[in-house]
């Protein structure tokens, strides 16, 4: 079956150390996508990535990082910067350019707890 | 920047009954608006892509209304049944796909 791949489901770290969400997708699609989920808010998008090796900042970019050096993966770390890094992250991906209109696929996320 | 707004964060009906859902947006036309469902610990689902071209779009008990006039969307869940309780979120996009925004979403409970 083809989908996004979020590890670890759950994930606890100490404040002050980066963390690192993993995504991988087998659906063949260019563009990867993070957003983050408080409650009472709507997601909100960290970084996207049309292609390999590219990406942009989302709207909420400050205190995360990411990478694309491989069409399947488009790992997040969340660095010490980010100051409230307690969140559910949740990583889609969307066929790319040349699909207009194309829905997201979602994982079902990774939900971060950093005390 | 884009602005979204879904009428209530939870909304109760009865089994059998017409559920719908509100979409309000500000600002800019998108060019095309999407429904997603959630369910609770899981990431969103798609349902439905309506184009602002486009009156309406159904699929089995769903159907999605776009007036870019009001700036509104309508989700349908006609004969609406308990496992259709969920959270619906509402996104859209101007121009390309890259920057999809969404709304909060409506907590939808249908009671047996």
């Known amino acids: 079956d083809g989908g996004i791949t979020q590890s670890p489901k759950y994930l606890f770290r100490k404040e002050g150390q980066n963390v690192t969400l993993s995504c991988e997708q087998n659906l063949n699609h260019d563009a990867m996508y993070w957003y983050r989920q408080d409650p009472g808010q709507g997601l909100r998008l960290i970084y996207y990535s049309q292609i390999v090796n590219d990406f942009q900042k989302g709207d909420i970019a400050e205190g995360y990082s990411v990478s694309r050096e491989k069409k399947e993966s488009f790992p997040l770390t969340v660095t010490s910067a980010q100051k409230n890094p307690t969140a559910f992250y949740l990583c889609?991906?969307?066929?790319?350019?040349?699909?207009?209109?194309?829905?997201?696929?979602f994982g079902n996320g990774t939900r971060l707890t950093v005390t | 920047s884009q602005k979204i707004e879904q009428n209530s964060e939870a909304l109760n009906i009865q089994e059998g009954k017409t559920a719908t859902l509100t979409c309000n947006y500000t600002?800019?036309?998108?060019?095309?608006l999407q429904w997603y469902r959630q369910d609770p610990g899981r990431g969103p689902v798609f349902l439905l892509l309506?184009?602002?071209?486009?009156k309406e779009k159904r699929k089995e008990r769903l159907k999605v209304t776009f007036d870019t006039t009001l700036k509104q969307s309508l989700f349908h869940i006609t004969a609406s049944q308990p496992a259709d309780s969920a959270t619906y979120l509402c996104?859209?996009?101007?121009?390309?796909?890259?920057?999809?925004?969404f709304g909060i979403g409506t907590k939808l409970q249908v009671i047996p």
């Open positions: 889609a991906s969307s066929p790319g350019s040349g699909s207009y209109n194309s829905p997201l696929h």
């Open positions: 309506i184009r602002e071209n486009e």
């Open positions: 600002n800019y036309s998108p060019a095309y």
């Open positions: 996104a859209l996009a101007i121009g390309g796909y890259q920057k999809v925004t």
